[in-house]
């Protein structure tokens, strides 16, 4: 099968053909020309715009799926990283996530689509082969695929620090309970880790569809401040959109360091207290 992108660019390098191929000699009316110039720029716009590269991105209709992450979805997780992350250091291991999935599943958010493999042949995503059924013994054989993902643990300061990246070496064997590093219960910063897309959906609306679900799922958690993460430079902007705001340098050395400190403030929802007053404001 051709790959959709590919078959969206040399379509839309025809029609920058087509456009070249308006005659702009003087016996031409220029208003009629610039009304040409203009309703192909909009027809471009519109193919161009996040939700048909979606669209274009599957060869079935997208109808998204999105729920917390649990430990057996670490496969995928993993997968999803490698492909998403071009700097290996900048990825979390296969075992970071097998902690963070089993210590604080609550904190994590997967998008996931529905794939029948008999409507998908040819359809590459680096998550296909770890995807599980959606039903045991279900004919037509279909498959829950990761597209994105964020996973978080909670943190006791601020920003997110070199002691929050990390992970107790034994924690298999600690029963759950809190280490130096890693995650701490009694938090109320949700330290965001890890947020990845698929390459082949980067830029498509995903990031935005996972981080404003995110933001809203944490914002009704109880004893929760604040989302903090460190990003790159290239990426403070990215953030900022959603209202992170940026705090600046960070300490944190993860990954050979670089960092910037952004911090989401939550303003939680309103909940009555016994006593009739609410404990937060509303956002
Ligand atoms: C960063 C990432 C999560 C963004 O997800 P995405 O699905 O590609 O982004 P979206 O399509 O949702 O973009 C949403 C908006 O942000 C804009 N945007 C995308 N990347 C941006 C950037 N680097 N800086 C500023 N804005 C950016 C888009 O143009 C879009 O704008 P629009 O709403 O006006 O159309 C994704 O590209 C990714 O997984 N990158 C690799 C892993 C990574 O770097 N993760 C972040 C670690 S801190």
Partial sequence: MADPQSAATSKTAQEDDIDLAVDETDDVDSDFVSLQKTL??????????PESRLQMAF???FAPNIRPLTVSDCESCVALENAAFPNPDHRASGEKFEYRLTTCPELSLGVFCTVVPNQAKGWKIETLASAKAV???????AVSVLL??????RACGEVVGDSDMAYPSDWRSRGG????????????????????????LQGCGVGKMIVKDYLQR??????????????????????????????????????????HDMVF?????????????????TV
């Fill in 59 to 61: 060869p079935f209709p």
């Fill in 40 to 49: 192909s720029q909009k027809r471009r716009a519109a193919k161009e715009s």
């Fill in 148 to 153: 994105a993902h964020i996973v978080s643990t």
């Fill in 265 to 281: 403030t939550l303003q939680g929802s309103q909940k009555p207290t016994p006593g009739g007053e609410p404990e937060k404001e």
């Fill in 135 to 141: 039903e045991t013994d279900r004919p037509d054989g």
């Fill in 177 to 200: 309970k809190s280490a130096d590093v890693g995650h701490q219960e009694c938090g109320q910063t949700i330290a965001l880790h890890s947020l990845a897309v698929s390459p082949k």
């Fill in 218 to 259: 944490m914002n009704s958690l109880d004893r929760t401040d604040r989302v903090s993460l460190i990003c790159q430079d290239y990426l403070v902007s990215y953030y900022e959109r959603f209202g992170f705001k940026h705090v600046g340098e960070s300490k944190a050395n993860f990954g050979g360091g670089g960092w």
